[in-house]
Structure formats: C-alpha cells, structure tokens
C-alpha cells in the first residue's frame, strides 16, 4: 500500500519518496519528512529547544521545551501560540480567533479524491490512494479535513483541506491554504516566476532571507505577475544533481505563497487562495473546499521535478481528447488583421495556409457584433454579417472545403459598455454602486459569481458551437479584475465573491468542454496571464505570451517549462519586425521556439515571398515529424538563457532511441571556440547517430563530453540536431 500507519506515524509513499507525519502525545499532528524514501521513522530528527518567548500548550505543564512554535507542524492555524505564518485563521461568533487543532481520527481508501466544483488531479482506483485526516478545535467544534492523494507511479502526492463548521454558531474563514509544510532543517533557496504582460514567467533564485517572503496575486487571476508555482531547493541545486520541491496550485484566481524561515532556521511554507481577497462566512454544518495543491520532490535535480510535473499534468490533469493526441498545426488572424478584415481578406489567408500544409485557421476578435476596435461589441455573441457576408456558417464551410478545420475566439467574461447585453443588463457588470467602474482594455467584467450570468454564457456559446462547425475555441480574457461587489450578496458575506466567481467560471468551462469533447479548448488571457494548473484541467493548451518575439519566447517558455508540458504551450510564428518589441529575427528562428510548443501562426502568409513560404512549408512538415517527441518525450533544459548566451533545450524519446536538440543563440562573436552542450536523459552505452551529418557518438559521450553545435553566424540563430539510436 502507498498508504500505511504505525504507532502513530503517517507513510505516504511513492515509487521514489516518503512523507511522513505523526500524531504525538498532545494529538498535534506534526510533519516529519518529505524527500527520499528512508525505509525509517524519521521522528529522531524532531529537536525541542527552550526558545524564549514561545508559548507552550496548557497541559504540556513546565515542558518549556513544548512549543507549537517551534515545532514542526503539519497544518498550522493561528491564535494559539504560533507565531509564524498559518495556514488557516478564523472569526469565531464571539470575536475570538483562536483554533487549537488536534488530531482525531484518519480514514484510507483505494483511489483519488475529488473537489466539489473545483478542478484536481484524477486518478484509476488503481493509481491513487487517499489519506483524510481530520483535525479538531475541540471548544469550537471546528473541523479540519486534510486530503493526501499519492500516485506512487507518478511520485506525486497532492493536498486539500476542507473547513467544516460542527458548532452552534458561524464562523468566518480569514484564510485557509491547501499547502502547510514545515521544513526543519537545511539551506534552502527558493525560485518563483515573476513577470509582467508580453514577459511572463521570469525565473528568479533567492536565498531565503529570515521573514516572510511571498509571491501572489489579487488580480482575479493567477497573474502574468506571478504564477501559482514555486519550487524549493538546496543550495547548490542544479538540474541534475540536488534535493528540491515543487508545489503548483490548481487555481486560477487570487493566490499566495508564503515561506517563512524563523527564528530557529526552519521553514513554513503555505499556499492557497490570496487571503487578501478572500473571506468565508460558514454556517453551522456548511463545508468549505480550499482547492488542490500538486507536490513532488526530487533529488535528482530540478529536470527529474520537471518530468514528474509534466507527465502528471499531462496525464492526470488534462482531459478531453486532445490531451494527449497530436494538435493542429494552425493559423490565427489576429496579427494579420487586427480588427480589419472581411471573409474575403481571411479565405485568402486560408487559401494560402491549406497549401502550405497548416490544419486550421482561428478566427479571432471582431467577428461579432459592432466590432470595429476594443471599445464596444463584447458580450454580443452573434456574427457581424457586414464583416462575414453570408454568415459564419458559409465562411466556415469554405474553410473545410480548403481541408482545415476552423477555430474561433470568445471573451465570455467580459462585457463592453457599448454593447446590446450591456444595455439589457448593466447589473451583470462587476462595479461598486455610487462609484464609476475602473476600466481594463476599455472593458468590464461579467460577474461570474451569478448563475443567471454563467447560464446566458453557456446558452450563447453552446449554441454557437452546435450550429456551427467549430473544432477550436480560444478563451481570452484581457484584464485584471477590482471593484469587487455583486448584488447577489449580502454585505458580511462580499468578500466571498472573487472565489464565487472562479467557481462560476469553471462551472461554464465544465459544461462546455463535457458537451463539446471534439473542441480543443486553448486558455488565453492576454497571453499568459492564467497560466496555472486549474486552468489546464479544462484547456489541454493556454496561449503562452501575447509577446511572439523569437528571442523573448525562449526566456518565457524556460520559466514556463519548469512545470508545465511543452504541449501545453501556445506558441507561434509572427511577423517581423515584431509587432510587440520591434526586433528582427529570421523565420528559422522564429519556427524552431513556436516548435517548443503547439506551433502555429500568426500573420499574413499571402506577405511572404516565395522562399519564405517555401520555409514556412518545411516548419510544418519537420514539426509534424516531431510532433509526437515534442509532446510526448521527456523535455530537458540545456542551457539557462537568463545566465548563458543562448536557450538550448532537448526532447528525448521515452525508449531513448531518439533525440531532438534545439536552440537559439543569442550573439554571435568572431574567433570563438564553437559552443558545446552536454545532454541528458540519454543511454549511457548506446550509439547515436546525427541525422544531419551521420557522425556517430556513444550516450556517455554525449552526455559528459557533449556536442558540439553547429557554426553560428548572426544574432539570435537557430539550430536543430537530430540523433538516432544506432
């Protein structure tokens, strides 16, 4: 069994770690380990020093050595005497807000939890197990739940909680995180993914400061300025040799992460919903579900993390039939046309893409409504038949008739005020009465947190989908959310609409990805700006960056890359000079980083000369040659573009017969030895062979000696090698 217990000690074992918990003699739940599998009680690592000023229980007596303060403590609540950061704080009905959590029973079964209304990692009965252990505040009659799903083939446990009110009174939640892990001992950095709109996901490595350090958002979203993932690792760490951790959080509204190391040197590390946006009135008997947080270790580095990440993510968190089958190779409009065209402009588009070999062609923003620019139109889901003659319907089905299939972009949560729905209901805009509303994009928001709102979104969208032959939708959402408020809900309970509303938008997306499963779903919002695990669980694939410079790609799909599936990554060949930076790259460049991903394009092909088109003929064909190593191979960082002098990344068979290097780099200089990369993941005695040249090499070669790259002339140049098992 994953799942054991022992005088009192708590296993959760995977194929290559152990976590451990244990219930001492107080019945505080404390955390012994997570790492290595050790075939040992690791409780003789716990360390009880008489630290001044740390309280100490009541009936642990004159033990001042007794202190949840210093202890390491499974799931830490605050108010009574634990000073650092906790993972849950309530208001109980008399103003008091202390919880005193102790252990009072478990319960083990075969297979893997669900979340009601939330997304979460899914298993067969056979891949999972759980473990529930429920924590009591004994005066408040406050219950914690603590979900344990471990996957010991996948070296994945994920974690939940639940608050359940079993007393008289309401209380309120102040907060509650899905992720509480104290780490007693070692040197440790941490590495988040900052950014900001057209540069997200920039990795940056700290030491730990003593304090409090954080990375969150309360943007509505999971931000294009931090990402509900963090890893943390030892000094020293690189990605082949080292302990680390990571935790990515299925969610895609207002998050926080907080790490603490205190005064004795340990680290609390919490994650989970942005208490600063959040709060949750319960009732005696209600629930509340925090949602999933994904765990895994490794002390193999942080590649061996990353492949644990991507293939849980691919194959237990996507769903749908496109999870894990190949994805067309397509062609968006938007930086063709903006917002002018007329299906003429775009059948020419198409005319031109069906005979370079690309699948679909995506029609984006300005089909409906009076949509001439961003200032009016959203919200009025019916087709401008002055720009589309004969309706979506016909231009639809000159699409086919070329042999592509046909994609199109919504914006459901928004809405323009100079738009048909907006006049019918201007109470479905989230804003403060008596305040004028803040703008974003010249837009606002629907509030999701109505059910009458979600229901016209889903009547609207299904209809559009079952009248006509879409194959594609793109989910775009283009702004940070404030003015929170919803006549739905009384004053003490206000604060509860931002998680509301996220409930509401993935109750829409459940529906419709379950009614349409032949739609391949693609989560956008204003590139990357809800790139996170509780999004992928409805989208197989999310628009990576609206920044779609060949140079820029390779340092946001790096940070990307450290927890999400190269299949997941929209990514595409644009225009130069590039439409958000300027820069001119050459094609080969821009085509081999959007191969680094789903693969596309997005600009006018009928610009391009002969000789580009032909290129662009060859990008298609070569990444349909690789589609299937791409997606489905393991994905190795070669180089760190944010410290060397180039991206170089490798995808590797899972049989590792074949190999596939890429690259950029980025300044070319004259009189230089040619750079070298050592490769990874590969069969130390085998012989490989590159496609390009026939030269032969044995794995150990490749993997200690390295290859050397190919003569480079110019900035930002591209290259590929080719290896195969001999």
């Not at 005066?139 to 939940?160: H, M």
């Not at 899905?178 to 941490?190: A, K, T, V, Y």
């Not at 010249?442 to 989908?465: F, K």
């Given at each position: ?546 920044n779609t410079d060949g140079h820029d790609r390779t340092l946001i799909q790096y940070g990307t890359s450290f927890f999400y599936p190269v299949s997941t990554v929209g990514a595409h060949v ?153």
């Amino acid at each position: 069994m994953a799942i054991s217990v022992e005088n009192s000690v708590f296993h959760l074992e995977t194929a290559h770690t152990l976590y451990q918990m244990k219930v001492d003699s107080f019945g505080i739940l404390n955390h012994l380990w997570y790492g290595a599998r050790t075939d040992c009680c690791m409780d003789y690592l716990l360390d009880y020093p008489d630290v001044g000023f740390a309280g100490n229980p009541y009936e642990a007596g004159n033990r001042r050595t007794y202190s949840l303060n210093s202890l390491p403590l499974e799931y830490a609540a605050g108010g009574a005497g634990d000073y650092r950061v906790p993972a849950v704080s309530v208001t109980h009905a008399d103003g008091s807000g202390a919880l005193d959590l102790r252990f009072r029973e478990y319960r083990i079964r075969q297979g893997k939890y669900e979340i009601p209304g939330l997304p979460a990692v899914y298993a067969e009965d056979d891949e999972a197990e759980t473990l529930e252990i429920i924590l009591e505040d004994a005066l408040s009659s406050v219950e914690i739940s603590l979900l344990y799903g471990v996957l010991p083939g996948e070296d994945v446990i994920t974690r939940a909680a639940i608050v359940k009110n079993n007393g008289n009174s309401g209380i309120k939640i102040n907060r509650v995180h899905s992720l509480c892990m104290d780490i007693p001992r070692g040197e440790w950095e941490w590495i988040h993914f900052h950014g900001r709109h057209a540069m997200e996901r920039q990795m940056e490595r700290s030491p730990l400061i003593h304090g409090i350090q954080e990375n969150g958002s309360t943007r509505g979203t999971s931000s294009h300025q931090q990402n509900p993932a963090v890893l943390l690792c030892e000094k020293g760490c690189t990605e082949t040799n080292g302990f680390c951790m990571g935790a990515a959080l299925m969610y895609s509204g207002g998050f926080q992460t907080q790490i603490e190391r205190d005064q004795v040197d340990q680290v609390r590390w919490v994650m989970g919903i942005n208490p600063d946006t959040f709060a949750w009135k319960l009732d005696p008997g209600e629930c509340f579900h925090a949602p999933e947080v994904i765990l895994s270790c490794s002390g193999q580095g942080m590649g061996e993390l990353t492949h644990r990440f991507h293939h849980v993510i691919r194959h237990h968190v996507c769903r749908g039939e496109y999870k894990l089958s190949q994805r067309p190779v397509l062609i968006n409009n938007w930086e063709a046309t903006y917002f002018d065209f007329d299906d003429a402009k775009i059948e020419r588009i198409a005319e031109q893409a069906a005979e370079l070999g690309i699948d679909m062609l995506v029609l984006d923003d300005g089909w409906f409504g009076k949509r001439d620019d961003d200032m009016s139109g959203l919200g009025d889901w019916s087709v401008n038949e002055t720009k589309l003659r004969g309706g979506l319907g016909r231009l639809i089905g000159r699409i086919n008739e070329m042999g592509m299939k046909f994609g199109l972009w919504f914006e459901p949560e928004m809405v323009s005020e100079d738009s048909e729905l907006y006049r019918q209901h201007p109470d479905w805009a989230i804003r403060i009465p008596g305040r004028n509303p803040v703008r974003g994009r010249y837009q606002l928001v629907l509030d999701m947190s109505r059910p009458e709102v979600v229901e016209h979104l889903y009547q609207v969208m299904s209809r559009m989908l079952r009248e006509n032959h879409i194959e594609y939708v793109k989910w775009d959402m283009n702004r940070s959310i404030c003015d929170w408020y919803t006549a739905k809900l009384p004053a003490e309970r206000q604060a509860e609409m931002p998680h509301r509303y996220v409930l509401g938008l993935y109750q829409l997306l459940d529906r419709l990805t379950g009614e349409f499963p032949h739609v391949l779903f693609e989560g956008c919002s204003g590139g990357g700006g809800r790139f996170d695990a509780g999004m992928l669980y409805y989208c197989p694939q999310i628009w990576c960056s609206d920044n779609t410079d060949g140079h820029d790609r390779t340092l946001i799909q790096y940070g990307t890359s450290f927890f999400y599936p190269v299949s997941t990554v929209g990514a595409h060949v644009s225009a130069v000079p590039n439409h958000q930076t300027g820069r001119v790259t050459a094609l080969g460049t821009r085509g081999t980083v959007a191969m680094a991903g789903t693969f596309g394009y997005e600009l006018d092909l009928n610009m391009l000369s002969r000789e580009e088109k032909e290129q662009v003929a060859l990008q298609v064909k070569n990444y349909k040659a690789h589609q299937d190593l791409i997606h489905n191979g393991r994905y190795y960082r070669l180089s760190n573009p944010f410290e060397e002098n180039g991206a170089a990344w490798a995808f590797v068979s899972e049989d590792r017969n074949k190999v596939l290097i890429q690259g950029v780099v980025f300044r070319a200089a004259a009189n230089v030895l040619r750079m070298r990369l050592r490769l990874a993941g590969l069969k130390a005695d085998a012989v490989y062979r590159s496609v390009q040249d026939g030269r032969t090499y044995t794995g150990q070669a490749l993997m200690t000696g390295g290859i050397l790259l190919p003569e480079i002339k110019g900035d930002d140049a591209a290259f590929e090698i080719c290896l195969e098992e001999v």
